[in-house]
């Protein structure tokens, strides 16, 4: 059960970062407003907007989906029009603690992050380059709430949010605009309601299960995934385990589930239990890995940290 509220608790409020702005903090006095009325309305959020009425036909081949349809800028009538040759995504997971590939990592064309993994105090072993960093409806206020880490340090960074559709447009896109006001420079999208909608029937199509119906949530890694394949020629992924790895015999040694929490979760633990929780809703980390393999040749997806064979 720890995990169901893992995945829409908020977290407590520490340490913000010293900032000399006064409006930083009123801004973020706005957006904790915001955010406790999201928060109460989402304890136990079945995250059910619908599979039936989005049902869109979407190309067989995610290179053909259309970034440029797919995700709204937060402000102005900008287009997600990069694209990159090369691309690394750099997971989250601690696998890539004491690996010293940040060198390499800086070297790629794109970089693209997930949520809110910070880059400082870590980088020699992951880099300090975003290039993109995407980021779920339920880490957005851990994000928003460190625009140093996230925002302005690294001025190019291109933020895509994605979320529930009518949770992002009854408040979590305001948050977004909100903070786009202070920190202008900021280049943020939303995964549009239709892609949204895509992204689940891509779920139904490659595991042959409705999301809705299994009681799955889609991971960030999946949405991260799918966006690497549209934005990149090739993706190399860091630190992402494969498949079979959690119930290999014997078992892997015990690693935090992320680089940046050490005390927090087990990686396997945590795969373990979301894979196999039928009660509530879950995310099907080991189902969505067996999908990213299948995708490997189709698309020019390698990993390493570790290898996949
Ligand atoms: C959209 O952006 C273009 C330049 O990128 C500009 O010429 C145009 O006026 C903008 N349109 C609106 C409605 O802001
Ligand atoms: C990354 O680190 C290098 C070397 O320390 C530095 O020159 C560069 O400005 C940093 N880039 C960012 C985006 O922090
Ligand atoms: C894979 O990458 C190579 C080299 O960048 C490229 O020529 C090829 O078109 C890519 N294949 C796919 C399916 O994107």
Same mark, same amino acid.
């Given at each position: 059960?720890?995990?169901?509220?893992?995945?829409?608790?908020?977290?407590?409020?520490?340490?913000?970062?010293?900032? +000399?702005?006064?409006?930083?903090?009123?801004?973020?006095?706005?957006?904790?407003?915001?955010?406790?009325?999201?928060?109460?309305?989402?304890?136990?959020?079945?995250?059910?907007?619908?599979?039936?009425?989005?049902?869109?036909?979407?190309?067989?081949?995610?290179?053909?989906?259309?970034?440029?349809?797919?995700?709204? +800028?937060?402000?102005?009538?900008?287009?997600?029009?990069?694209?990159?040759?090369?691309?690394?995504? $750099?997971?989250?997971?601690?696998?890539?603690?004491? /690996?010293?590939?940040?060198?390499? $990592?800086?070297?790629?064309?794109?970089?693209?992050?997930?949520?809110?993994?910070?880059?400082?105090?870590?980088?020699?072993?992951?880099?300090?380059?975003?290039?993109?960093?995407?980021?779920?409806?339920?880490?957005?206020?851990?994000?928003?709430?460190?625009?140093?880490?996230?925002?302005?340090?690294?001025?190019?960074?291109?933020?895509?949010?994605?979320?529930?559709?009518?949770?992002?447009?009854?408040?979590?896109?305001?948050?977004?605009?909100?903070?786009?006001?202070?920190?202008?420079?900021?280049?943020?999208?939303?995964?549009?309601?239709?892609?949204?909608?895509?992204?689940?029937?891509?779920?139904?199509?490659?595991?042959?299960?409705?999301?809705?119906?299994?009681?799955?949530?889609?991971?960030?890694?999946?949405?991260?995934?799918? $966006?690497?394949?549209?934005?990149?020629?090739?993706?190399?992924?860091?630190?992402?385990?494969?498949?079979?790895?959690?119930?290999?015999?014997?078992?892997?040694?015990?690693?935090?589930?992320?680089?940046?929490?050490?005390?927090? +979760?087990?990686?396997?633990?945590?795969?373990?239990?979301?894979?196999? /929780?039928?009660?509530?809703?879950?995310?099907?980390?080991?189902?969505?890995?067996?999908?990213?393999?299948?995708?490997?040749?189709?698309?020019? $997806?390698?990993?390493?940290?570790?290898?996949?064979?």
């Amino acid at each position: 059960m720890f995990l169901c509220s893992y995945e829409s608790d908020i977290g407590p409020y520490p340490g913000l970062d010293n900032s +000399p702005r006064a409006a930083v903090f009123l801004i973020l006095f706005g957006l904790v407003m915001l955010l406790i009325l999201y928060s109460s309305n989402s304890r136990n959020e079945d995250f059910r907007y619908t599979s039936t009425i989005g049902r869109v036909t979407l190309p067989d081949s995610l290179k053909e989906w259309g970034v440029k349809n797919g995700y709204l +800028p937060v402000s102005g009538n900008k287009t997600l029009d990069r694209h990159c040759n090369q691309c690394a995504i $750099i997971t989250s997971s601690s696998h890539l603690l004491g /690996s010293k590939m940040g060198p390499e $990592i800086n070297q790629m064309e794109c970089t693209i992050r997930m949520n809110d993994a910070p880059t400082t105090g870590y980088e020699a072993d992951i880099g300090n380059k975003t290039t993109f960093r995407v980021v779920a409806h339920s880490s957005l206020y851990r994000v928003l709430r460190r625009p140093q880490e996230f925002v302005s340090k690294n001025p190019d960074t291109i933020l895509i949010f994605w979320g529930p559709p009518i949770k992002m447009q009854q408040v979590l896109n305001k948050v977004i605009q909100r903070v786009s006001l202070s920190f202008p420079s900021m280049s943020a999208f939303v995964a549009t309601g239709k892609r949204m909608y895509q992204f689940d029937n891509l779920f139904r199509k490659e595991t042959g299960k409705d999301r809705v119906t299994s009681r799955s949530w889609l991971s960030t890694g999946w949405f991260t995934m799918v $966006i690497a394949v549209e934005l990149c020629n090739r993706v190399h992924v860091y630190g992402m385990v494969p498949p079979n790895y959690c119930t290999q015999n014997p078992p892997p040694r015990k690693l935090p589930y992320h680089y940046y929490e050490p005390k927090g +979760p087990d990686e396997c633990v945590t795969y373990l239990h979301n894979e196999r /929780s039928h009660r509530g809703n879950h995310h099907r980390f080991i189902t969505e890995k067996r999908v990213f393999a299948n995708w490997a040749t189709l698309y020019n $997806i390698t990993f390493s940290h570790p290898d996949w064979d």
